[in-house]
């Protein structure tokens, strides 16, 4: 005769769930693809490596970068990894007259000369990448994943990816976005939400129209789409995994707390601001790309915040910023750095590693999700 124990509780592990399962790995957690340069090889591989999806922003990439860079991946970490690109907005691209584009350079001179750098010329503002050819030389490359932010995946990138056998995900801010994503193929969707930091993606309505939150956006697009959902925006410990799971997501996508590793590309001055009381505010601002994007606010930001809506489109602002932010970097001149961040980034503190930050990830997060019951037999008596 044998009797049953009690019901007993066993720590939840942190499973792989149906993203992981899609890309094949052991964590349904993410690192956040990070565009001009804040990207790392070392990074991604570390996040593959513990088991988690590593990922890099190649969006200013050329076409022969990119097939370089995928090769780099591919020798740091035999693990899956996404590769991510932004997919233009229509009126990039025009080239601005002389006149006006001296006008935008006039209001930044101040700064060219306070930090001892050339103002660009005509010919360094020159466009960005081609999308095409930056897609055709990441199909040939064939990484595991490919991400993209900002719009659509054209109908011959989802082709190719079936027929490659790579994940293509794609990034909404919007639940109209995320259906959109999945009718146009897209293998899953991230649900990026207004608390992320970085580059805001919306491609459906302008972003003022498509600023939901994280925790209110997740669970609507959960409702509304069948294919995996992975929540972005304002995680950074173990308490925001625990929740987004509870909300629908099946991952966790994590930008700001990788940033804050050392493995990142950020600069001294940014990776300093990451985990401190001043992180606790971030504001929306197009001052240094021209596109919109979130990031902590500091005296370039403020001095310069009535010109918000005049400066001139990305990849132009982008341009005309790119010598104030290396030289601002490198002069450690953190009123001039252009300090991504999301809302939760006074918790992202500075880690030793990206391996230890994401064990601590999983540990916290083990503690938060509901226990698993279990029964076990009793040892049988009366032989």
Same mark, same amino acid.
């Given at each position: 005769?044998?009797?049953?124990?009690?019901?007993? @509780?066993?720590?939840?592990?942190?499973?792989?769930?149906?993203?992981?399962?899609?890309?094949?790995?052991?964590?349904?957690?993410?690192?956040?693809?990070?565009?001009?340069?804040?990207?790392?090889?070392?990074?991604?591989?570390?996040?593959?490596?513990?088991?988690?999806?590593?990922?890099?922003?190649?969006?200013?990439?050329?076409?022969?970068?990119?097939?370089? @860079?995928?090769?780099?991946?591919?020798?740091?970490?035999?693990?899956?990894?996404?590769?991510?690109?932004?997919?233009?907005?229509?009126?990039?691209?025009?080239?601005?007259?002389?006149?006006?584009?001296?006008?935008?350079?006039?209001?930044?001179?101040?700064?060219?000369?306070?930090?001892?750098?050339?103002?660009?010329?005509?010919?360094?503002?020159?466009?960005?990448?081609?999308?095409?050819?930056?897609?055709?030389?990441?199909?040939?490359?064939?990484?595991?994943?490919?991400?993209?932010?900002?719009?659509?995946?054209?109908?011959?990138?989802?082709?190719?990816?079936?027929?490659?056998?790579?994940?293509?995900?794609?990034?909404?801010?919007?639940?109209?976005?995320?259906?959109?994503?999945?009718?146009?193929?897209?293998?899953?969707?991230?649900?990026?939400?207004?608390?992320?930091?970085?580059?805001?993606?919306?491609?459906?309505?302008?972003?003022?129209?498509?600023?939901?939150?994280?925790?209110?956006?997740?669970?609507?697009?959960?409702?509304?789409?069948?294919?995996?959902?992975?929540?972005?925006?304002?995680?950074?410990?173990?308490?925001?995994?625990?929740?987004?799971?509870?909300?629908?997501?099946?991952?966790?996508?994590?930008?700001?707390?990788?940033?804050?590793?050392?493995?990142?590309?950020?600069?001294?001055?940014?990776?300093?601001?990451?985990?401190?009381?001043?992180?606790?505010?971030?504001?929306?601002?197009?001052?240094?790309?021209?596109?919109?994007?979130?990031?902590?606010?500091?005296?370039?930001?403020?001095?310069?915040?009535?010109?918000?809506?005049?400066?001139?489109?990305?990849?132009?602002?982008?341009?005309?910023?790119?010598?104030?932010?290396?030289?601002?970097?490198?002069?450690?001149?953190?009123?001039?750095?252009? @300090?991504?961040?999301?809302?939760?980034?006074?918790?992202?503190?500075?880690?030793?590693?990206?391996?230890?930050?994401?064990?601590?990830?999983?540990?916290?997060?083990?503690?938060?999700?509901?226990?698993?019951?279990?029964?076990?037999?009793?040892?049988?008596?009366?032989?």
């Amino acid at each position: 005769m044998s009797t049953t124990a009690p019901t007993s @509780l066993d720590p939840t592990p942190l499973a792989p769930g149906r993203f992981g399962e899609l890309v094949g790995t052991a964590l349904p957690v993410v690192q956040g693809p990070f565009g001009g340069g804040l990207s790392s090889v070392a990074l991604a591989a570390a996040v593959s490596e513990g088991g988690g999806l590593g990922s890099y922003g190649a969006h200013i990439h050329s076409p022969d970068e990119i097939t370089a @860079l995928v090769a780099r991946l591919r020798a740091a970490t035999d693990r899956p990894f996404a590769v991510n690109l932004w997919v233009p907005q229509e009126g990039e691209g025009r080239e601005l007259p002389a006149g006006e584009l001296a006008e935008h350079v006039e209001r930044l001179r101040p700064y060219y000369e306070e930090l001892g750098v050339r103002p660009p010329s005509a010919g360094d503002v020159r466009a960005r990448p081609d999308f095409d050819e930056q897609l055709d030389a990441l199909l040939a490359a064939a990484p595991p994943v490919i991400s993209l932010v900002m719009g659509l995946p054209p109908r011959r990138l989802v082709a190719e990816a079936r027929r490659r056998g790579i994940v293509v995900v794609g990034t909404a801010t919007t639940v109209e976005e995320a259906v959109a994503l999945e009718r146009a193929g897209a293998d899953a969707v991230a649900a990026s939400g207004s608390d992320a930091g970085g580059h805001r993606g919306a491609f459906l309505r302008p972003v003022r129209e498509s600023l939901v939150g994280t925790f209110s956006l997740v669970p609507q697009v959960a409702d509304a789409v069948t294919v995996p959902v992975v929540a972005a925006g304002g995680i950074a410990d173990g308490r925001g995994i625990a929740a987004a799971l509870a909300l629908g997501a099946d991952a966790v996508q994590i930008g700001t707390g990788f940033l804050a590793a050392r493995e990142s590309g950020a600069s001294e001055p940014h990776r300093r601001a990451l985990g401190t009381p001043e992180a606790r505010t971030t504001v929306l601002t197009r001052l240094f790309s021209g596109r919109t994007a979130r990031g902590i606010p500091n005296a370039f930001v403020r001095d310069m915040a009535a010109h918000e809506d005049h400066v001139p489109p990305y990849p132009v602002q982008n341009a005309l910023m790119q010598p104030i932010r290396r030289a601002a970097a490198e002069q450690d001149r953190p009123a001039y750095v252009n @300090l991504w961040a999301g809302q939760a980034a006074a918790l992202a503190q500075e880690s030793p590693s990206a391996a230890a930050y994401l064990a601590d990830l999983v540990t916290d997060a083990r503690k938060r999700l509901p226990a698993r019951r279990h029964t076990e037999p009793l040892p049988t008596s009366g032989r």
